[in-house]
Nanobody, 122 residues
Framework: QVQLVESGGGLVQAGGSLRLSCAAS????????MGWFRQAPGKEREFVGG????????YYADSVKGRFTISRDNAQNTVYLQMNSLKPEDTAVYYC???????????????WGQGTQVTVSS
């Protein structure tokens, strides 16, 4: 079992930055790939980016490349999502999740956090 807890959401103006955190716990979480997803009202949950615990390699959706950065701190068992140059269309609930292997698809993720709201004002 893997437990995930997100934090760091809030309200920010367009062009601003936020950093989200995802604290992981559980016996085997380090075997998983971690992903960030977001869901805006009335829309499907979509992939934002992901990272492997083992080697720290990150991968991103095209919509956030160059603006968002994912990193991890092994000592703190935490994954971060640094979001820069935020746009109103980035407004959503952001979730972290754990999958058995690298994936861009919601269906492949077994464990989910509770989500944190990010609101970008224009």
């Amino acid at each position: 079992q893997v437990q995930l807890v997100e934090s760091g959401g809030g309200l920010v103006q367009a062009g601003g930055s936020l950093r989200l955190s995802c604290a992981a716990s559980g016996r085997t979480f380090s075997r998983y790939a971690m992903g960030w997803f977001r869901q805006a009202p009335g829309k499907e949950r979509e992939f934002v980016g992901g990272i492997r615990w083992t080697n720290g390699s990150a991968y991103y959706a095209d919509s956030v490349k160059g603006r968002f950065t994912i990193s991890r701190d092994n000592a703190q068992n935490t994954v971060y999502l640094q979001m820069n140059s935020l746009k109103p269309e980035d407004t959503a609930v952001y979730y972290c999740a754990a999958a058995g292997s690298r994936s861009y698809w919601v269906r492949d993720y077994d464990y989910w956090g509770q989500g944190t709201q990010v609101t970008v004002s224009s």
